[in-house]
């Protein structure tokens, strides 16, 4: 039998562990009072089609009273579903949202609450080679620093959102996550997202410049290889 030189059969050949593919594309904010968000976000990027393309929305809303809030999140013509949320105690909130969008490189985000938000921020990653549900999820809402501890499996990461209202925040410093996107906007409201593709249990903390006591969110999800 004739093999080529380098190669190699049968047991002890080398194959790499597989691994997913996340990658941030883009953040935006709106500073509308309002509940529905539609044409806010309109053609937004998506990233590079893919058979097993997953597009993942963070959203923040800054509350206009206090009460639980809720979001819905439409990517084109498809509902995502709703991974992780977290609501302070004053009422802002964040949610991270999938939605399996194997075709097109734009997208209209239309993000609608279930009441009225004082703006809307968005943050916009894709992931490849993924399962399609959270392999675990970690909030935290009300503490200086925000954090909380989560389980990465082997070749998967995990992206996290945070938020803070009404703080004299101007950056989030995180540990075990690399920040994506750092922003106030309309002066109250601070957003940001982070990513990590270690594995194994560990804790990410979001440091709002040690202001993060109130009116402030972490939240995160963690993926699976598929």
Do not use: W
Request: charged share 10%; aromatic share 8%.
């Amino acid at each position: 039998m004739f093999i080529m030189p380098g190669s190699a059969i049968g047991f002890g050949a080398h194959q790499s562990a597989p691994s997913v593919l996340l990658s941030y594309v883009l953040s935006d904010t709106s500073s509308s009072n309002a509940t529905d968000y539609s044409g806010s976000f309109d053609n937004k990027s998506i990233g590079t089609a893919a058979s097993d393309r997953q597009v993942i929305i963070c959203v923040y809303g800054p509350r206009s009273s206090a009460g639980a809030r809720s979001a819905s999140v439409l990517i084109g013509s498809t509902t995502a579903t709703g991974l992780v949320t977290a609501n302070s105690s004053g009422g802002e909130f964040v949610g991270i949202f999938a939605a399996t969008i194997t075709s097109g490189t734009t997208a209209d985000i239309d993000v609608i609450f279930n009441s009225s938000m004082l703006g809307c921020a968005i943050s916009i990653y894709t992931i490849t080679g993924a399962a399609t549900s959270a392999s675990d999820t970690m909030t935290n809402v009300d503490t200086d620093p925000l954090a909380g501890s989560i389980t990465v499996p082997a070749g998967g990461a995990v992206v996290t959102v945070a938020g803070a209202s009404f703080r004299s925040t101007t950056n989030f410093n995180y540990t075990n996550a690399t920040k994506d996107h750092d922003a106030v906007f309309d002066s109250d409201f601070h957003f940001s997202t982070a990513r990590s593709t270690a594995n194994g249990t560990f804790t990410i903390t979001a440091d709002a410049d040690g202001n993060t006591s109130g009116d402030s969110m972490l939240a995160a999800v963690a993926f699976d290889v598929a």
